[in-house]
């Protein structure tokens, strides 16, 4: 297993934890990850582009100029592809991009991926963001900025975890935002990978393991 120190809201060691090595120390297999990020990228397009034919196209009822003695090619609409304001000829149409991905296949891209951030020392727990009962985007700011200095982070929260939702979620809303929040449940291989480092609070990596994780607190307590 791989042990990994918890954090509290000053920023300094208040424990630790083991991760289970199933999941955080996996074989990475690029290519399954690869394919589970490409099935997942492609579930999220709308599908809904969509050109008009030239059956479609508002106008064009009427022959432009008579059927002979023109020297000009005959043509029986304006609408066309050929003319401009025309149809568009096997332009695109609404369809759905999303790819059939097995279960099995998810969660062990998911375990590949964790296991890779894991190994890099770049998975880390905290108590929490901010201290007390009431949200504080400042103090959650200034307790993830003490536990990572990364570009991109991946902060993990447990479904009922509120007041640590509302204290980062202004972060996670901001243009050049380094933060993105995602529950426990909807952790995804995509998300981590695109992460530099991945955050946990315990109560979410409680939720995400499905069993609380083993602890050891500071000092031997």
Do not use: C
Not at 40 to 57: I, M, S, Y
Not at 76 to 89: E, L
Not at 151 to 167: A, G, I, Q
């Amino acid at each position: 297993m791989t042990t990994v120190d918890v954090i509290n809201v000053e920023g300094a060691k208040s424990g630790s934890v083991e991760l289970p090595a199933d999941i955080f120390d996996a074989q990475a297999n690029i290519a399954l990850m690869h394919q589970v990020v490409v099935a997942q990228l492609a579930a999220a397009r709308q599908g809904t582009h969509k050109t008009k034919t030239r059956g479609e196209v508002s106008g064009g009822g009427k022959k432009p100029y008579k059927q002979k003695g023109t020297g000009r090619a005959r043509q029986g609409s304006t609408r066309a592809p050929q003319f401009a304001g025309g149809g568009v000829v096997h332009g695109p149409v609404p369809r759905d991009y999303s790819q059939r991905t097995p279960k099995k296949m998810k969660a062990a891209a998911l375990r590949g991926a964790l296991s890779d951030r894991a190994r890099a020392g770049q998975v880390h727990v905290v108590e929490a963001f901010v201290s007390g009962e009431k949200p504080s985007t400042k103090a959650a700011l200034a307790t993830l900025t003490k536990l990572t200095q990364a570009r991109r982070v991946l902060v993990v929260l447990s479904s009922t975890d509120e007041l640590n939702w509302v204290s980062l979620r202004n972060l996670r809303n901001a243009r050049d935002s380094r933060v993105h929040l995602i529950e426990a449940g909807q952790l995804n291989t995509y998300d981590v990978l695109v992460a530099d480092d991945v955050v946990f609070t315990k109560e979410a990596l409680d939720e995400f393991l499905g069993v609380p994780a083993e602890t050891t607190e500071e000092d031997g307590k």
